[in-house]
């Protein structure tokens, strides 16, 4: 927390309608963040809200509660348990109301910049002490699980997560140190993995770059995807919560929905591209957990996910229906198609990867069917020195185990699939 000072002096402007509001104080001598689903104010009834713990980073969901005339009040849930049985009917389609603990009597100054009270619990009172650091648009209609909606969509929507875009989950990100692993060594440069000891994986982050090259874009594509992943985590914890979706069926909820356990394997690292690996098997309700493994290219330069159409010829858009797309307006919005090889590239893949027998498919009843499978999932990553990997990866659930190491090249003898600026993510090829 030693910068958690500095985020006071990014005040934003008075809060309007429809905006949530982060404050960032004191519980007793313990830091807290505070985010109200609109701007508070005395007697405010309609107000909910949650809160976090910097070293815990969970969140607890804020209800509104009554107050004297010149306060607001509210009054936070109790973690939902299996042993206690405390939340009995919350799948029923009207809930009962969630397990309440510990009273808030909060009084609001300086036009909404502060705000001071009394945090009561078991006959204990503290101080409270709040400044207001930021505002974001919120439909208070989306209710409590809805303040939650940001982060939990940053890994479809591609936003940003910054203090304007979401003071409250990027003060919960970037204001908690992070442990740092030992350096290690890649061809390009040198990199290690940052742990957030309250979600327990590390991730990478680029320590210098071959020939002194600028790794500030990377760092900061490889921080935000942390944030995400820990963030996501995070929420899982916040499920043991009957206010955010605790419903006795999710056996996930109040953990790290095995965030913990997830692998993170860095492969190639140079002044231009970047390949990593995530694994695991992930789980917070739902069907079935996700089982994954998947290769990650970075444009290092630019500090964007790699453009394999720069580098091969053969990579290519469709829209959802199949059809080829141009090539630069897919570029323009390229989350909004499906990426993968013409028929020349996947032709050279067939021809040059393990058979289906060296892979252990025989074609047996049940067996994978791997060919089907290639023109779909083919993924093109990189490693070592200048060797393309040829694999699989983003399969459904019931495929995943199907997912196989098809070829490895040196990037030099696929001059053929190769387009003009190839050269220029890879300087070998000019050699």
Not at 208 to 224: F, H, I, V
Not at 365 to 394: R, T
């Amino acid at each position: 927390m030693k910068h958690a000072a500095a985020i006071v002096l990014c005040l934003a402007a008075s809060p309007a309608f429809a905006e949530a509001v982060t404050y960032q104080g004191t519980i007793g001598d313990e830091p807290v963040f505070v985010e109200f689903s609109e701007p508070p104010h005395a007697g405010n009834a309609d107000i909910f809200g949650r809160y976090f713990y910097p070293e815990q980073g969970i969140d607890i969901p804020l209800h509104a509660a009554p107050a004297a005339r010149s306060r607001f009040g509210l009054v936070e849930e109790v973690a939902c348990s299996e042993e206690k049985k405390n939340c009995p009917h919350a799948q029923d389609e009207t809930p009962s109301d969630p397990p309440l603990g510990a009273k808030w009597q909060l009084e609001v100054a300086d036009d909404g910049r502060t705000i001071e009270g009394e945090f009561s619990l078991g006959g204990r009172n503290l101080p409270v002490a709040l400044e207001r650091i930021g505002t974001r648009d919120f439909d208070s209609a989306e209710g409590l699980q809805g303040l939650s909606g940001f982060a939990s969509s940053l890994f479809y929507s591609g936003a940003v997560l910054t203090l304007e875009t979401s003071p409250y989950d990027y003060a919960k990100m970037a204001l908690f140190a992070l442990d740092g692993g030992d350096a290690l060594e890649a061809t390009g440069g040198r990199y290690n993995y940052r742990t957030d000891i309250r979600t327990k994986f590390g991730f990478p982050r680029i320590i210098e770059l071959a020939g002194g090259s600028d790794d500030r874009p990377a760092n900061r594509y490889l921080e935000q995807r942390h944030w995400m992943m820990s963030l996501d985590a995070l929420w899982c914890v916040a499920q043991q919560y009957q206010g955010f979706g605790w419903n006795g069926y999710n056996y996930d909820a109040g953990t790290l929905g095995y965030w913990d356990e997830e692998h993170i394997e860095v492969h190639y690292l140079s002044p231009t591209v970047m390949t990593w690996t995530e694994s695991g098997s992930l789980s917070c309700g739902g069907a079935h957990p996700y089982n994954h493994y998947e290769y990650m290219n970075l444009d290092v330069t630019t500090g964007v996910p790699l453009d394999l159409s720069r580098i091969f010829k053969g990579w290519v858009a469709r829209d959802f229906d199949g059809n080829l797309v141009d090539l630069e307006a897919a570029r323009a919005n390229p989350r909004d198609y499906q990426w993968g090889p013409d028929e020349e590239l996947l032709a050279f893949v067939n021809a040059n990867r393990f058979t289906n027998e060296e892979l252990g498919f025989t074609g047996a009843e049940g067996d994978c069917p791997i060919d089907e499978l290639i023109p779909q999932y083919l993924a093109i990553s990189f490693k070592g020195s200048d060797v393309v990997h040829f694999g699989m990866d983003g399969l459904p659930h019931v495929a995943v185990a199907c997912a196989s190491d098809l070829y490895d090249a040196q990037i030099a003898d696929l001059a053929a699939l190769l387009t003009p600026e190839a050269a220029d993510y890879f300087p070998s090829l000019r050699e």
